[in-house]
Structure formats: structure tokens, C-alpha cells
């Protein structure tokens, strides 16, 4: 699988009071589905008016920047929704560290066939509650309720309903959080997965 460096999220501060959504990767084409997350957050923005998402990545294409926004934002969520452009490794911790959620849309297309995402381990080690969708290698690996909350991939309206689950069920999605990160340093971390090598060659030396 992915291999995580959790060292990067040790200082979430979980008992921390957390605000947004926050969201990073393509934010112009499909392969994330970023247009499905912020069609979800226009559904539930007047139930969490105190939140905002928080969309992290490369917006240095002019042209497909403003399409993007003319097709996408209206007046009522053009302040709730921030685009912090291209930032460093270092800072990125810090955005995921201080989210109250973690989204990623991503659709079921060629490209999420096979694969976890890198970053979605990322999400997971901060122990903030990760919402996505079922594609890929995810469901192998996250389970709704359990270590994540698992949206229909390309459903908008199945999107909108867990993040308003999250944010209606605080102490609950929390737990899940911290089931998500436990994931993260068992399965993704590289220590338990070079154990599991060394066992493998020393079993098989033979050969």
C-alpha cells in the first residue's frame, strides 16, 4: 500500500477546536472531483454557516481558473470557498492538522480504478474525520463509520449528506477520526511494512 511519513501530523492537536473543510489536489479537472465537492458544500453551507472550505492547489491557469468559478461558485458561498493556491509541503501539514474535515470527491473514472491516493493517508493521520468516495483501492481499505465516511462516488447529494452527518454527530465523527488514523500508523506506516518484507525474504531465502 501507500506509506505515509506520520511524523508530518504528529503535532495535530486533537483536542484543538477545528474549523473547515479543507481539500487538496486538482482543482480545475475531474480527477478529484473538486466541482462535486463544492456543488455538495453550496447544499450544506447554510447548516455550518461558521465554516468554510478550503481548497488547496495549482491556480496559476488564468483561463481555467475563472471558468472554474463562474461555473461553479454563486454569490451565496464566493466568500465561503478559498483558494490558497500552489504551498509548501510544510504549510500543507499544517492546513490538514487544523481542518475539522477532509474531503476528496474523487469520481468513478479510468484514472480511480486502481490506487489509494497518497494524499487520502495524509487526510487520515491527522485523525480529523475524512469523508470520500468508493473508488479504487479505498473500500479496501476504509469502511463507513468505521475509520472514514464513505460518499457515492459522483453523487453530489450523498457528498452533501456526510458532511452534514460529521458536523451533526461531532463526538462520533471524532472517534472515527482517530479510527482513520490508527489505520494510517498500522497499515501505511513504513516500519510495520518493512517487517513484513524482512519476514517475507527471511521465509523465502531459499529461493
Known amino acids: 500500500p501507500i506509506l505515509v511519513d506520520q511524523n508530518r501530523f504528529n503535532n495535530s492537536e486533537l483536542d484543538k477546536v477545528k474549523k473547515n473543510i479543507v481539500f ?3 482543482i480545475y479537472g475531474t480527477k478529484d ?5 463544492v ?9 455550518i454557516p461558521d465554516q468554510k472550505l478550503i481548497l488547496i492547489g495549482d491556480i496559476s491557469n488564468n483561463v481555467l481558473f475563472n471558468q472554474f468559478k463562474i461555473r461553479y461558485l ?13 504551498i509548501h509541503k510544510e504549510k500543507v501539514s499544517s492546513f490538514l492538522n487544523e481542518a475539522r474535515v ?7 473514472n479510468k484514472q480511480a480504478e486502481a490506487g489509494f491516493p497518497t494524499k487520502l493517508g495524509e487526510y487520515l493521520a491527522t485523525g480529523s474525520p475524512v469523508i470520500c468516495t468508493k473508488v479504487g483501492d ?15 462516488p459522483g453523487s453530489i447529494d450523498s457528498f452533501a449528506e456526510k458532511i452534514l452527518f460529521v458536523y451533526q454527530n461531532p463526538e462520533f465523527s471524532k472517534k472515527v477520526g482517530l479510527e482513520g488514523k490508527k489505520l494510517v500508523y498500522k497499515e501505511f506506516n513504513y516500519l510495520y511494512q518493512s517487517e513484513k518484507l524482512i519476514a517475507f525474504f527471511k521465509e523465502n531465502k531459499k529461493y
Request: glycine share 6%.
Open 74 to 86: 454563486n454569490d451565496e458561498i464566493k466568500d465561503k470557498v478559498v483558494f490558497t493556491g500552489f
Open 24 to 26: 487538496i489536489g486538482d
Open 138 to 152: 479505498i473500500p479496501d481499505y476504509l469502511f463507513d463509520k468505521v475509520n472514514a465516511f464513505m460518499a457515492e
Open 102 to 108: 477532509l474531503a476528496l470527491a474523487r469520481p468513478a
Open 39 to 47: 456543488e455538495a458544500f453550496k447544499k450544506v453551507h447554510s447548516n
Open 33 to 37: 472531483g473538486t466541482n462535486i465537492l
